[in-house]
């Protein structure tokens, strides 16, 4: 089986690729090939089935090295952050967009076999949710460029997998903890940065709130999603070939008293700023379903959450 990743070398794509190469096969099927794609990498392959190419995910001669070998499974993580993609239009609207229906049609192109891509989106779709309780059949009504892309690429994928070209699914993904302090781009960014300001004793004014609601997930959970998405076949897949994945709902203030157990909360402050909060901190309750139905799980409680989080970080 031929895996490919783009977004290797970021916090999901890394840690996605880690899992992969430590497992050696997926859904029982050996994997013979790694393909890793981002624009730079900090060190070489460790593993001889791994292959890394550093560039532009869409340039055609870097998918022509690429699909030499045709791919079996494309797990789609790159993109411009939201923070980033709004502050430059254009580098958004190529990386987000454009750049992610080049990979798509250059994939759909293969003549056998027919690829499986898992592509990350974001709840970002949904734009300012407002207080009542969302379900995963609630229309998305971005308010951002990086939330437009998103579903923009969304219902082209569902499109080239209707035609039979591509077989395609979407995994609107919440924030994912712990990103590395120095990421930048992130509107979310808060997310994370909590924990690790909280478990260097340093201060940090938070950006929202601590009445704030916000959707959380760690990486692990993240990656178990992933992967199982990779393993349902079409007959388990809505009609959009979207699922919205289950999360952990939790207050600023119930994820920080959980921190301040381990570590104390000297130095907090909150500083809210009303869009942060707007997009990102009013995050009502959420039902999936279907996404439950199916198999995707979230992280139990802000003790799980929290455990992960810091083994990940410690680890790093």
């Not at 478990?199 to 993240?222: F, H, I, K, Q, T």
């Not at 000297?266 to 139905?293: K, N, V």
Request: glycine share 8%; aromatic share 6%; net charge neutral.
């Amino acid at each position: 089986m031929h895996i490919l990743i783009t977004g290797a070398a970021g916090f999901v794509g890394a840690g996605l690729a880690s899992r992969l190469q430590s497992t050696g096969q997926l859904n029982g099927a050996a994997i013979t090939r790694l393909s890793l794609v981002d624009r730079q990498f900090d060190a070489a392959p460790s593993n001889p089935l791994t292959r890394r190419f550093s560039g532009d995910f869409a340039d055609p001669g870097l998918l022509d090295a690429v699909l030499a070998t045709p791919v079996d499974l494309a797990f789609h993580l790159a993109s411009v952050p939201g923070g980033l993609a709004e502050r430059d239009y254009e580098l958004g609207r190529q990386v987000n967009l454009l750049a992610t229906l080049a990979l798509a049609g250059r994939l759909a192109a293969q003549a056998a076999p027919k690829a499986r891509l898992v592509f990350a989106s974001s709840v970002a779709v949904y734009g300012e949710m407002g207080s009542a309780p969302l379900h995963e059949s609630t229309l998305p009504r971005p308010v951002t460029s990086y939330g437009t892309h998103k579903l923009m690429a969304e219902l082209m994928l569902a499109d080239l997998s209707r035609r039979g070209m591509l077989d395609a699914r979407s995994l609107r993904l919440p924030g994912i903890v712990a990103r590395p302090p120095a990421e930048s781009g992130h509107g979310s960014a808060f997310m994370s940065l909590v924990f690790h300001r909280l478990a260097r004793g340093e201060p940090y004014a938070c950006p929202v709130g601590a009445d704030a609601s916000c959707w959380w997930m760690s990486l692990n959970c993240c990656l178990d999603n992933l992967l199982h998405a990779a393993s349902l076949d079409d007959q388990a897949l809505p009609p959009g070939r979207v699922f919205q994945l289950p999360v952990l709902r939790l207050a600023m203030s119930e994820l920080v008293q959980a921190l301040g157990k381990r570590f104390g909360t000297a130095g907090l402050t909150y500083r809210p700023d009303p869009r942060i909060e707007a997009l990102f901190g009013r995050q009502p309750a959420l039902e999936t379903p279907s996404a439950l139905a199916a198999g995707f799980l979230a992280d139990a409680d802000a003790d799980a959450l929290i455990t992960e989080a810091l083994n990940r970080m410690e680890h790093a």
